[in-house]
């Protein structure tokens, strides 16, 4: 693993800028945002919608800006569900992608949602997403099947209980 820091910031409009731009250089559009109709790529249209979609995010307080060595390569967010778990998701742009980014931002989380009494995080992928799901059991993790397919496989449903 290499040797930097793993910081998660709470999103603000400064973050959102820069958020923008890691997406644009390390992701998809459709890995970070909701589905935009139009021509592919990120085009203005879809950087509009990116920008006004993690604006409503940064007036969370459980939306974070990740940074690793004080540079933004993806967002990470906690959401409490009517269950008293929290919810999460993540990103990260693919520079930053299999160097052990991923680990040490579900353990930030994990943190967080231990400070709130949570007794759980929840996440929601795809059995297509192999990173996703080694990242997740890798937590300790337990994945369950929903028989809700996707265009992109199966969804899987993640409990990871807080210890």
């Known amino acids: 693993m290499d040797d930097f820091r793993v910081v998660l910031r ?9 958020l923008l731009d890691a997406a644009v250089c390390g992701a998809e559009p459709e890995e970070v945002m909701p589905a935009v109709v139009g021509a592919p790529g990120w085009t203005a249209e879809r950087r509009a919608a990116f920008l006004a979609f993690h604006h409503e995010w940064a007036a969370t307080p459980t939306t974070y800006a990740i940074l690793v060595d004080d540079t933004v390569v993806g967002a990470a967010r906690l959401q409490p569900t009517p269950d008293g778990d929290l919810e999460t998701g993540l990103w990260i742009g693919r520079e930053h992608r299999g160097r052990g980014v991923g680990r040490a931002v579900v353990a930030l ?4 949602a231990r400070s709130q009494g949570a007794p759980r995080v929840v996440a929601t992928t795809t059995d297509a997403n192999t990173a996703a799901r080694r990242l997740l059991t890798g ?3 337990h994945l369950r099947t929903r028989a809700t397919p996707t265009a992109h496989g199966d969804t899987i449903e993640a409990t990871l209980d807080i210890d």
């Open 109 to 112: 989380l994990r943190a967080e």
């Open 139 to 141: 937590a300790g993790a």
């Open 10 to 18: 709470p999103l603000d409009e400064e973050s959102t800028a820069s």
